[in-house]
C-alpha cells in the first residue's frame, strides 16, 4: 500500500490477510470495533474498509505495548506492526474473511482517540434514521453502509467504462444555467453582477446535450447531477443523480439496445447476475390493460381481464353503466384466492381500492359447487358462465371486480394486484425483471391548466405513423418514447427527438405556447436546429434508484453520501443556514420578511 | 454502428473509410462541409465527428439521385450510400485521413437543411469568441475544439481508471450545502421550503472529503463541479471542474508519489509523451529565491540571485538602504542580453518591472573591455568584480538588478525573468516541464483583515519541526502543504490536514475565530473529529487548466463546451435572466429594486 505515518507503513488492508500470511510481519491501520480483555491478554478487533482482523496484545510478550493497549476504547485509530499466527482451532471464527489468523501485536501507535459515539457502529442498525444522518460520518462507517458505497462507485465506474467502450464521450454541461419553466420547479441562484437576474441549476442536461447532436459529437453521456425543487417523497431528493446519454442518427431500437447491453453488463459485473435478454418491449396501451399501470412488476401474474363486453348488457347497473359512459370493467383473479382470504380480508382489500378513487370492488369467491359473492345475483347463469371463462376461474379462486373510468379501473387494480401480491407472497425478492414499455402517447391533458402538456417533454418526437392525427385528435399521437422499468420502478426513460423545425413548432402550438414564448424559453435550441440538425434521440437513468435496487435497499438515501433529509435540509451540516446580510445584500436582494 | 434512420443503415463514420474499403458499399451519414460542381459531377466533402470522406455524385450514374445532390448546401446533414473507389493518382489528398479514396454515392437522404451559417465551420477560426460564444453549438462543430472536448473526454477516462486501479473510491459529494465565508464568495441558493435560509454551492467538496475519510472509506476521488462567485479572469470561470482526493494514512511524500503518477500515465496515454520522473521537489522558499515565484516555469534559466550581502555597504544608497532595511538585492543574468537588447529596448524592461511595484531596475551591459551602466559609478572595483563574478557574468551579457523589500524583488525579478525569456525566445513551448513545490508557508498576514489567514485553508497541518513556532512565531511555520506546477502554471494543490483537535482549535485561533465562529462554520467538522480522525491529506488538480495545457491552448474557454464569459454570463442561453415573479416570491426573497 505504501502508506506510512508516523514511520510505521500500511502493509495490507485489515481483510486482506489470511493464512497465506502466517509467519509474516504486518501492520495494519483502522479503527476500534471491540476490546476484550482476557487476564494478561486483550484482544481488539480492528476495522478498515476491507473488513475486521484480530489484534492480541500479550502482556508476557511486551508489557510496554500491553500497558499502551489498555488505553483503547472504541473507535480509536490504531496502526498495529505485529506478526501473522494461525488461531488455535477452537478460537477459529467462520463469520470473519480473516477468522483463522490473528495478529499478535509487536508495536501500536494510537493515532486517535473517541469519544463514546453517539451509536455503536454495527451491520443492519435499528438507530433512527435522523441520528444516523445527524452523525453521517460515523453512519458510514457501518459495513452495509460502506459496501452500498462502493457498489455506486463500481456501477457508475463500469458505466463510464460501457460507454466510454462505445463511442460515447462523457461532455460536461453547466450547472448555472437558464430557467426553463416547464416542468418542475428550478433553484435558483441569484446574480451579484447581473442585479435582479438568476441562474437556475438545471433539472436535466436536456438542451444542453440536443445541442452537443447539433454539434456533431454523435454520442455523448454524462453522469451529472441534476436539482428539483420539489416537495420529497421517500425516493426523491433535491438533488439527484442522472446516467444522461445522446445518441444522433438513431431510433428507437438502436437507443434501446445501446442500454440494455449497459445494463447487463453492470448487473454481471457488479453483481454477477446474468439478465435474460433481450428485455420484453411492451407497448404503453398493454401495460396498462394487462398490468394497469405504465411501470409492472412482472415478477408474478394476476393480469387484468377486460370483461365490459359481457356485462354491458348485465342486469347489475354498476357494470353496465360503467361501460355505458365510456369506462370499463375489469376483473383480476387471484388463483387461489378464495381460501387464502378471510371474508374480513376481503373487506378490507374493497377498502384498498377505495383509497385509489374506486368506488367499489365487487368479488367471487370460486367454491367446488357454489359461488360466494354479494353481485351474482344480478347476472343470468350465461353471464356468470361468460366471465368465469374469461378469467380462467377454478375453485377456489377470489375475482374482483371494478367498473369505473378506465383511469379509475386501471389505477386501482394496478394497486389491487400488488396488494394481492404481497398478501399471498407471490413476489419473488431474488429475481430482477426488467421491461422497456414503449409507444407513451405524445401528450397528456392537464385538467387544471386545460391545456395539453408533454408527457415526456416538449422535445419528443411524435411516431411516424401518428403524426396525421396531431391536428385532429392530439391524445390519439403516441410518442417515440420509452421507460425502462426494473421490478415494478421506473430506472429510466427517453425518447426520439423532433429534429424537424416546422413539427417542432407545430408541438409548441399544440402545448399552448406562443411563438414568442417558446423563443423566449427556447430560442437557443430552435435557433440551433436551424443550421443542420442530425436525428437524434436518448436516454437517462436515476442512478440513485438503480444503485438502490441493486444494493436491495428501500430507500434512496441509503446509496447516497450524504443525502437530504423531506424538507430539504441536511441533519449533519445544517444546510440551508441563514447567512450573513452583507452576502445577501451584494445578491441584490433582500429577505421578504424586511 | 447499427443506428438506421429511415431505413439507411450507418456502417462507418467518415474517417474510418479507407483503401482497405475499395470495393465495399458504406453508408455515411454527416455535415456538409463543401460541395464544388464539375459538369456531370458533384463533390461533397461530408463531415462527422471522425474527420472528412469525399462524396461523388455522377449524373451519368444516378441521375435522379444528381438531381437531388444539387440542392446540397453547407451544414446540409446527408445519408448517403455508395461504393468506396481509389481515387486517380492525381487527385489523392495527403492531407485527408480519407484522402485515396472517394465514396460513389448512389443513395442520399437529406436528413436537414441548414441556413447559412454566421461563420464557417473551419480548424483555427478567426471569428470573434463572442460571435462564437453565441453560436457554440456551431463553434463546437470546428475540427479543434471537437479535438479538445474528446481529449477532456480522454483525461477524465484516464484520471477515474488509474485512481479506480489504485483503490480510491469516487463518492459524490453535496452541490446544495452550506455556506462557509472563509476564502471566496459563495455562490448562494434561496430555500423556498425554510424562509430566509440559503443553501451555497461548494467552492469545493473539502469538508465532506475529509469527513470520508473520518468515515473510514480510506481512499476517495471525485470528478467534480465547484463554484466560486469572484471577479472572472481570463483563466476563471464562475463554475469550474476538479479532480479532487483525499487519501487516509498517509504523509506528504505518499500522495506525491500516487499523483505524479497519474500525470505520467495521462500525458503518456493522452498525448504519447514519457515524461521523466520523479518530478523535482523545490520548497518554497527555494522556489522564491532562485525563480522569485512559488509557481516557477523550469523550462529555462535566468535564476535570481541574491548580491544583498556584497552591496550592503556599498555606495550606491538604493541598493544599500533595501539591505538595511531588511530587504535584498537581487540580479538576473540575462546570457547575452547585452547584445540582444537595444538600449531603447532596456528601457522598456526598466518601466516592466515598475508594473510589478519595483522603483527601478538597476543594469549592466558587460562588453569586452567596458561595463555599460548608470550604476557602476557608484561601485569600487572589488564590489564590481565580485558582483559579476557572483552572476557568472561575461561579455555580452545584461546584469539586472532589484532593490527592495523582498517580496517586491520576487515580484519584479520574477515578472522580468518570464519577460526576457519570451523576448529572447528562451521557452521552448514543445516541453512539458513539472515540479512539485512544498513546504509552504502556513500562514500570511492580511494587512487589510489585520490578521493571519490560512495560506491553504484552515485544514492544513504544520510541519511537524515548526509546530514550536505557532505561539511565538507563526509566520515562521511551514505547513504540509504542495502544490503542482507545470510550464511556470499552478494546476493543483493540496496538503496533509490536521487530524489533531486540540492542534485545529489552536489553528482556528491564530486564524482570529472564536471557539463559537468556529464551532458556526465547522461545528460538523470538528464534531467528527472527536470519534477517532485517521491522519489524512489530499489534493486537487484543477481539470480544465490541465486540459488547457495539455491541449495547448491558452484560453480554459476552448476546453469548455458551453463556457460562461468574463461578466459570468452565458452568451447561448442568456444566463443569467430575469424570472417570472412568481418564482421569486416562493422563495421569500425581493429585489433590492423593488
Given amino acids: 500500500m505504501g502508506e506510512s505515518i508516523f514511520g510505521m507503513k500500511r502493509t495490507h488492508r485489515c481483510a486482506e490477510i489470511n493464512v497465506s500470511n502466517v509467519g509474516q510481519q504486518v501492520t495494519v491501520m483502522g479503527w476500534t470495533q471491540k476490546r476484550r ?6 484482544f481488539v478487533d480492528l476495522r478498515d474498509r476491507s473488513g475486521i482482523v484480530q489484534l492480541v496484545f500479550n502482556n508476557e510478550i511486551d508489557s ?3 500497558k499502551k493497549a489498555e488505553s483503547i ?4 485509530v490504531l496502526a498495529v506492526t505485529g506478526e501473522v499466527v494461525k488461531r488455535d482451532p477452537e478460537t477459529i471464527n467462520p463469520k470473519l474473511l480473516t477468522g483463522e489468523i490473528e495478529i499478535i501485536a509487536k508495536e501500536l501507535r494510537i493515532l486517535s482517540t473517541s469519544e463514546t459515539p453517539p451509536f455503536y457502529i454495527e451491520e443492519d442498525t435499528d438507530v433512527n434514521e435522523a441520528l444516523r444522518l445527524k452523525y453521517r460520518y460515523l453512519d458510514l462507517r457501518r459495513p452495509d453502509m460502506q459496501r452500498n458505497l462502493i457498489l455506486r462507485h463500481k456501477i457508475a465506474k463500469i458505466a463510464r467504462d460501457y460507454y466510454d467502450q462505445h463511442g460515447f464521450l462523457e461532455i460536461e454541461t453547466p450547472m448555472l444555467t437558464k430557467s426553463t419553466p416547464e416542468g418542475a420547479r428550478d433553484y435558483l441562484v441569484p446574480s451579484r453582477v447581473h442585479p435582479g437576474k438568476f441562474y437556475a441549476l438545471p433539472q436535466s442536461p436536456q438542451l444542453f446535450k440536443q445541442l ?11 453522469i451529472v447531477k441534476c436539482f428539483r425543487d420539489e416537495d420529497l417523497r421517500a425516493d426523491r431528493q433535491p438533488e439527484f443523480t442522472q446516467i444522461d446519454l445522446e445518441m444522433s442518427f438513431v431510433n428507437v431500437e438502436d437507443v434501446l ?9 453492470v448487473f454481471e459485473e457488479a453483481l454477477g447476475i446474468k439478465l435474460e435478454t433481450p428485455f420484453i418491449r411492451m407497448p404503453y396501451q398493454e401495460a396498462m390493460d394487462r398490468f394497469g399501470t405504465d411501470k409492472p412488476d412482472i415478477r408474478f401474474g394476476l393480469e387484468l381481464v377486460n370483461v365490459s363486453d359481457l356485462v354491458e348488457n348485465c342486469g347489475f347497473k354498476v357494470f ?9 370493467v375489469r376483473a383480476i383473479n387471484a388463483k387461489g384466492g378464495g381460501r387464502h382470504f378471510s371474508r374480513r380480508e376481503i373487506d378490507s382489500l374493497v377498502e384498498f381500492v377505495k383509497t385509489y378513487r374506486a368506488k367499489g370492488l365487487a368479488w367471487i369467491v370460486v367454491e367446488e359447487n357454489e359461488l360466494k359473492s354479494p353481485i351474482t345475483k344480478f347476472f343470468n347463469d350465461e353471464e356468470i358462465k361468460a366471465i368465469l371463462e374469461r378469467v380462467a376461474a377454478e375453485p377456489g379462486d377470489l375475482i374482483c371486480f371494478v367498473a369505473d373510468k378506465n383511469q379509475v ?9 400488488l396488494e394481492i401480491a404481497r398478501k399471498m407472497d407471490l413476489i419473488d425478492e431474488s429475481q430482477f425483471k426488467f421491461l422497456w414499455v414503449t409507444e407513451f402517447p405524445l401528450l397528456e391533458y392537464d385538467e387544471e391548466e386545460k391545456r395539453y402538456v408533454a408527457k415526456h417533454h416538449p422535445f419528443t418526437s411524435p411516431m411516424d405513423e401518428d403524426i396525421k392525427y396531431l391536428d385532429t385528435e392530439p391524445e390519439k399521437v403516441r410518442a417515440k418514447a420509452y421507460d425502462i422499468v426494473l421490478n415494478g420502478t421506473e430506472i429510466g426513460g427517453g425518447s426520439i427527438r423532433i429534429h424537424d423545425q416546422a413539427l417542432q413548432s407545430k408541438m409548441f402550438k399544440l402545448l399552448g405556447f406562443t411563438e414568442e414564448q417558446a423563443w423566449d424559453r427556447f ?7 436551424k443550421y443542420g440538425t442530425p436525428p437524434h434521440g436518448g436516454l437517462a437513468f436515476g442512478l440513485d434508484r438503480l444503485v438502490m435496487l441493486m444494493a436491495r435497499r428501500s430507500s434512496i438515501r441509503d446509496v447516497i453520501a450524504f443525502p437530504k433529509v423531506q424538507n430539504a435540509s441536511d441533519l449533519m451540516t445544517g444546510a440551508p443556514d441563514v447567512v450573513e446580510d452583507k452576502q445577501i445584500e451584494e445578491l441584490h436582494i433582500k429577505l421578504s420578511g424586511q
Fill in 37 to 42: 480483555d482476557l487476564g494478561g491478554l486483550i
Fill in 257 to 265: 439496445e445501446i442500454n440494455e447491453g449497459f445494463i447487463v453488463k
Fill in 212 to 222: 452537443l447532436m447539433v454539434s456533431g459529437f454523435d454520442r455523448y453521456m454524462q
Fill in 64 to 66: 510496554e505495548v500491553f
Fill in 409 to 417: 379501473v386501471y389505477d386501482a387494480l394496478g394497486q389491487l394486484r
Fill in 73 to 76: 476504547r472504541n473507535e480509536y
Fill in 523 to 529: 430560442g437557443f435550441l430552435l435557433e440551433a436546429f
Fill in 320 to 328: 353496465a353503466d360503467a361501460v355505458k359512459n365510456g369506462g370499463s
